[in-house]
């Protein structure tokens, strides 16, 4: 069974920084590209960021660019992602996504990890 | 960037009823279109790739059409587990831009 499990959501006071982590299993996980997704609440679905199986290709959505990196360990069946600089409109809840083989959409999703920035 | 603009923001319609919800893209994306239903307080669940082919284990009164710039999604008879979100997301190219969903609901 695939399973994500993401974790290291919490508060954080705008101009912070946080670590959101992945784990995955139930499948081989350098075989799949990965997505990183979140929604603020209430509202709709925001793509976030795409990473390569080797992690060689990373992809970011303008408004996060220079603040959030994501990267994998294979060996360690995860992913990350890296905030910095945070700001309020940064809260969601963010989900890692796996992209399906055919690398045309995320076809299974994590619980997700809520992200509060606020002082 | 590309932007996706779902129609109707929302609907009501009766249980067995024909829905049908619109997608469109900025610029032409081919056929490189997903949808995905969100039921209320749960993860998002990819329904159709590839604009029209229906993802392993999702209803057939589920479909998909379109290429280029427009495209549908459309539940053939409505079902009460059918009330949810549904938005569509582009990946032709990053960004994954998606649709600002579209609410279903029974009236």
């Known amino acids: 069974e ?4 993401e974790s290291g959501g919490g508060l954080v006071q705008p101009g912070g920084s946080l670590r959101l982590s992945c784990v995955a299993s139930g499948f081989t ?26 992690g060689s290709e990373k992809y970011y959505v303008d408004s996060v660019k220079g603040r959030f990196t994501t990267s994998r360990d294979n060996a360690k069946n995860s992913l990350s992602l890296q905030m910095i600089s945070l700001r309020a409109e940064d809260t969601a809840m963010y989900y890692c996504a796996r992209i399906s083989m055919a690398v045309a959409g995320q076809d299974y999703w994590g619980q997700g990890t809520l992200v509060t920035v606020s002082s | 960037d590309i932007q996706m ?21 900025s610029q032409g994306i081919s056929n490189y ?19 029209s082919t229906l993802q392993s284990g999702v209803p057939s009164r589920f479909s998909g059409s379109g290429s280029g710039t427009d495209f549908t999604l459309t539940i053939s008879s409505l079902q009460p587990e059918d009330v949810a979100t549904y938005y569509c997301q582009k990946y032709s190219s990053a960004p994954w831009t998606f649709g600002q969903g579209t609410k279903v609901e029974i009236k």
Do not use: H
Not at chain 1, 2 to 5: A, E, H, I, R
Not at chain 2, 34 to 51: N, S
């Open chain 1, 2 to 5: 695939v399973q994500l499990v």
């Open chain 1, 29 to 54: 996980f350098n075989d799949y590209w990965m997505s990183w997704v979140r929604q603020a609440p209430g509202k709709g679905l925001e793509w976030v960021a795409n990473i390569k199986q080797d």
């Open chain 2, 5 to 25: 603009t779902q129609s109707p923001s929302s609907l009501s319609a009766s249980v067995g009823d024909r829905v049908t919800i619109t997608c469109r893209a």
């Open chain 2, 33 to 51: 279109l997903a949808w995905y239903q969100q039921k209320p307080g749960k993860v998002p669940k990819l329904l159709i790739y590839a604009a």
